[in-house]
């Protein structure tokens, strides 16, 4: 397994403002994702986050609104721009290690957001 | 469009029974389904997979099956205790290059298991 750290774990923040959660895994990993998880909703995968590339991202999800580096193995932060109570969500960071069957996917605490 | 499906929004048993947490999937292409169980405030907690190789697959309490005619899989805990109350995701992943740990997940079940 790995132990995947997210921060913050929680925030408030106005409208209109940009939040960036950081996402820090204990060792290397292949894969790493963000996923949305609305008040009362499934997760939803945002985007994968491809090492030194631009991230690919899920039908309905833009990189303007969710930006995300990811500069190395076991590091990627996602943001969330221009905010609005919308957005109020928990945010997941997800990491795998390897790409074949039977990959395990290991999850970070997660970051709840609220938006006033 | 739900590809996932958990259709019992709630599950609720007695310490010592057999809970049974359903869940059907639309895309014929997932190969690969995972279990997770959540507690408010944390992320999800890996609990048992199963790949479409397979229909059953255990691990100590917990059993999954997976019926792929009917694209249904369940989730079987045997006995049931108190401190398996949690909300429990099923999910499924499809092949494909970087595909695998990238998930579809349903919508949750709350189960609650009661002394």
């Known amino acids: 397994s790995a132990v995947i750290s997210q921060k913050p774990s929680r925030d408030i923040c106005q409208r209109g403002t940009s939040l960036t959660i950081q996402c820090q895994v204990d060792s290397q990993v292949t894969m790493m994702f963000w996923y949305r998880q609305q008040p009362g909703q499934s997760l939803t995968l945002i985007a994968t986050a491809n090492q030194g590339s631009e991230a690919t991202y899920e039908s309905g999800f833009v990189i303007d609104k969710f930006p995300i580096s990811r500069p190395n193995l076991t590091f990627s932060t996602l943001t969330v721009s221009n905010m609005s109570p919308e957005d109020s969500s928990i945010y997941l960071c997800s990491a795998s290690r390897t790409g074949g069957l039977n990959t395990e996917a290991f999850f970070g605490q997660g970051t709840r957001l609220t938006v006033v | 469009d739900q590809q996932v499906k958990q259709n019992s929004p709630s599950l609720s048993v007695q310490e010592g029974r057999i809970s049974i947490l359903n869940c059907d999937y639309t895309n014929s292409m997932f190969d690969y389904f995972l279990w997770y169980k959540k507690y408010p405030a944390e992320g999800p907690t890996f609990l048992i997979s199963?790949?479409?190789?397979?229909d059953k697959n255990e691990d100590g309490r917990f059993t999954v099956f997976l019926n792929k005619s009917a694209k249904h899989l369940s989730l079987h805990i045997v006995p049931s205790q108190p401190g398996d109350s949690s909300v429990y995701f099923c999910a499924a992943s499809a092949p494909g290059g970087t595909s695998y740990g990238k998930l579809t997940f349903g919508q949750g079940t709350i189960l609650t298991v009661h002394p």
């Open positions: 199963i790949s479409s190789i397979k």
